[in-house]
Nanobody, 125 residues
Framework: QVQLVESGGGLVQAGGSLRLSCVVS??????????MGWFRQAPGKEREFVAG????????YYTDSVKGRFTISSDNTKNTVYLQMNTLKPEDTAVYYC????????????????WGQGTQVTVSS
């Protein structure tokens, strides 16, 4: 099993910044290379891809709407994945989820086997 716990969400004004964290644990995670990703879900909308790593962490992927504003990174010594979000906009308001996938496309929600509980990000105008 793999456990993911997100934190770092909150209320911020437009133009502000937040850094989300996702701490990953579990014996399975230690013995297997998982591709990590961040998704978000706004009220009344489907969960959508935001940013992700390739399985071995050598490549990053972003949805077009966050390119140049968001950065995904990781600290393997802490088993933590981060999402630095700058120049936030009201349309970034959503619950942000961290996911882990054993294989498949970083962009596809169906590739992800494990999910965290989510952290709320609210951007006021």
């Amino acid at each position: 099993q793999v456990q993911l716990v997100e934190s770092g969400g909150g209320l911020v004004q437009a133009g502000g910044s937040l850094r989300l964290s996702c701490v990953v644990s579990g014996r399975t995670f230690s013995n297997y290379a998982y591709g990590m990703g961040w998704f978000r879900q706004a009220p009344g909308k489907e969960r959508e891809f935001v940013a992700g790593f390739s399985r071995w962490g050598t490549t990053t992927y972003y949805t077009d709407s966050v390119k140049g504003r968001f950065t995904i990174s990781s600290d393997n010594t802490k088993n933590t994945v981060y999402l630095q979000m700058n120049t936030l906009k009201p349309e970034d308001t959503a619950v942000y989820y961290c996911g882990a996938r054993p294989a498949g496309s970083a962009y596809s929600i169906n590739s992800y086997t494990y999910w965290g509980q989510g952290t709320q990000v609210t951007v006021s105008s």
